[in-house]
């Protein structure tokens, strides 16, 4: 990292953060893998039980921002077999056992969602948000191989890591008040380097939920030379399109390559990622040879059967069904901030994420927050946390929530 002293740089710890003890399934109910084979049932019987406590689990699982309201069992006979996707979407490979039809279907679909043009536009079915930002930045670096990345304090870890992995030089950039990257202070540090920047954009950042403003991002660091934008919208970029008065992160907006995550929007048992990017900025090495298909991807195999049931997913829900998830999404955010609001707590809402903080040492706190499983983050001597209102999370579950804050302030005498 580097930091300019002549600017003051926001006292942000992200690593600080704090887990209560949160219910877990324990260790001595999952039996040992022994030298022979374990009695079926009794496997049959843990896994029912480990089923059912996720399930039970799920009502209260407010701080984290997956939503869990689906239920793709019907497709069960699919673990009968293996569907596994190698190599590129586009390219059919040897094996032919994959879910690829089914993967170009979501490409084409989320490359109008995020206004890319079908035939210019690149992806693939990632593990998750963060193998699509390690994509990203590889196509970052292979666009400008000697450019920097510009990240903020905000910008999730997953980030950071590929940067790492790939040997890139990290500038960590002042935020504004909301956690989204200044772009004052990126001019500033992309004024005194050459040869271009890569800008990290985030869409609804780890902990508030707000957004980068991309187009003024890329005009800020537009003085080093060109600019690769890689726009990290893993919940946010699902959200955005359908928030009245929020800048949208995608292609049509200036973005190159863009991350998103499918167990988090719409939601999916399995983790599931999407990378897209400008096709003509891909790395034109691609291996494959023994697959029979040409490969851009980070892996060799994908699981196909994520594909399978990202597919069902979308299909069931269309553009208008994405528009209501979001929509009913918003206005549950909305009530909670207003509750919260109404306790005295300086409550923000961005998109559907709805942050507060409490004193560290408020009795009842940390079994709140153990109860509704909530992050922590320590800023400024108080505790930050956040509710995300994906659909598994109604009026009554927030409104819940809302009465335990207030009995916490209650308990410790009324608001901070
Ligand atoms: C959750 C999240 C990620 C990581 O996504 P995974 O799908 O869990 O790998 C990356 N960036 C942001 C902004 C996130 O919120």
Partial sequence: MSSNPALPEKNVTTNDTTA??????????????GIGPADRSETDATIGAFTDWLLAEEPHIAGFPGNLSFDYSRYGALLATLCNSVGDPGSPDASGVGGKTFERRILEFLTDFTRGDRDHTYGYLTSGASEANLFGLLTARTTLPRAPVYVTAATHYSVTKAARILRMDVVQVPMLADDTMDPGALAYRTAARRGG??????????????????????QAAAASGPVYVHVDGALGGWITPFEAGVSVSDFSAGADSIALSAHKWPGHPLPTGIALARRHLVSAVAAGEYIGATDHTMACSRSGTAAVILWAALRGLGYHGLRRMTENALAVAEHLHTRLT???????????????ALPPSHAGWDALRARWHLPAQHRGGVLLT????VPHLGYGQVDELADDVAAVLARNGGAR
């Fill in 20 to 33: 209560p003890t949160t219910a877990a399934f324990e260790t001595g109910r999952v039996g040992r893998i």
């Fill in 197 to 218: 920047a890569i800008v990290v954009a985030t869409t609804g950042t780890t902990m508030l939920g707000s957004t980068d403003d991309l187009p003024a991002l890329r």
């Fill in 342 to 356: 109404a306790l005295g707590l300086g409550a923000q809402r961005h998109g559907i994420t709805v942050s507060f």
């Fill in 386 to 389: 956040h509710v995300i209102t």
